[in-house]
């Protein structure tokens, strides 16, 4: 993960499941600058649990900056679960991934009725919408008629956490990762006892190797 850019972490502190506070925020980023990242998106959860307001997200980021003094580049977005409220966001309140990437996401169950024109509303608006997690390849790709997945170019996002390449792909994730499914990879970081064994026993194949470094590239993009 050396020079990595991670496009996908819970480390802003009180504002969701993440970081409860600025001394664990603190713990994470030491954490992240040992496995070699260089600049982290800082992606909190926006949802029906999680309305925080941009305002407190910044103040929020303004206080991790105080507090923080290492070498790690942070950069503020957020994570949108497309729920009922999602589309009344995209006139001019939602944080992006850089200046034309949206981190989105859904239940891992179902998808929200009427997907394709939630994330075309998103392309409207002029985002290209990065789906979190196996979202898309759960719910399918081929649900979205062709014609759609063409105009959205969609985007999707991996977690390592996720099991994506740890211990071993699981057989949907191995899927994905072949057919390209997978444009981004993000840690997804929210605590330290839950990612710090993940990665402490993280073994690639060549081929998981090779997937994962293309990712990193991309990520660097945003």
Known sequence: MKGMTDVHSHVLPGVDDGSPDINASLSLLR??????LRKVWLTPHIMEDYPTPNKKLRQQLDVLKTAYSGPLDLRLSSEYMMDAAFTNKLDGEVLPLGSSHLLVETSY??????????????????YQPVIAHRALPVHGRKRLPSAERERLQLSTQSDVTERLLWPAPQSGQRKAVKQKMYDFVGT?????ERYRPMLDQLRLTRRQLEALEGLIANNARI
Not at 188 to 192: E, F, P, Q
């Open 109 to 126: 169950m179902y998808p929200p009725p009427g997907l394709p024109d939630i994330l075309m509303k998103v392309w409207n608006a002029g």
């Open 188 to 192: 997804d970081l929210h605590h330290l």
């Open 31 to 36: 954490y992240m600058e040992s496995i070699g």
